[in-house]
């Protein structure tokens, strides 16, 4: 486990607000010096905390304009399985290991509801997917 201390976290929180900001700015607003953020930012690259940079969209302008969240029920041991061959899904974003009644949370992103329901389809086929439940997402609130 990684530990971050208070000027890690601001960084990041900077970094989350606009990841896009120079580093001068990021400096000015954390009252340290522009090499300091940037090697703080090296740092955390090089540990895996920040393992990228992304562009987020306008929802209207998503390419993928229906999303959900899909909780998915394995039987046995075959999570590790059927975690590759949700990967190779193009559908499915982001796969997420949870605790409680299910076993993982799937992401998904698709062009209409006919998309989404073959999907759906193609995941509960998956040998070992023993129940699922999704919720279609509406309105974003934050992010």
Known sequence: MTVLDETDRALL???RA???QP???????LDLSRATVK?????LLERGVIQG?????????E??????????????????RITRRLQGLPSVTAIHATNGRWDLVLELEVASLEAFD????????????????????????KG
Request: cysteine-free; overall charge neutral; aromatic content about 2%.
């Open 53 to 61: 940079f992304t562009v987020v969209l306008r929802p209207e302008a």
């Open 63 to 80: 390419i993928a304009p229906i999303r959900a969240i899909t909780m998915v029920e394995i039987d046995g041991n075959s999570t590790d």
């Open 39 to 43: 090697a703080r930012i090296d740092k």
């Open 118 to 141: 073959a999907a759906l389809r193609e995941i509960r086929q998956i040998e070992g997917v023993a129940n699922s439940e999704s919720n279609l997402l509406l309105a974003r609130r």
């Open 13 to 15: 929180a900077l970094l």
């Open 23 to 29: 580093l001068t700015s990021l400096a000015a607003a």
């Open 18 to 20: 606009d990841a896009r």
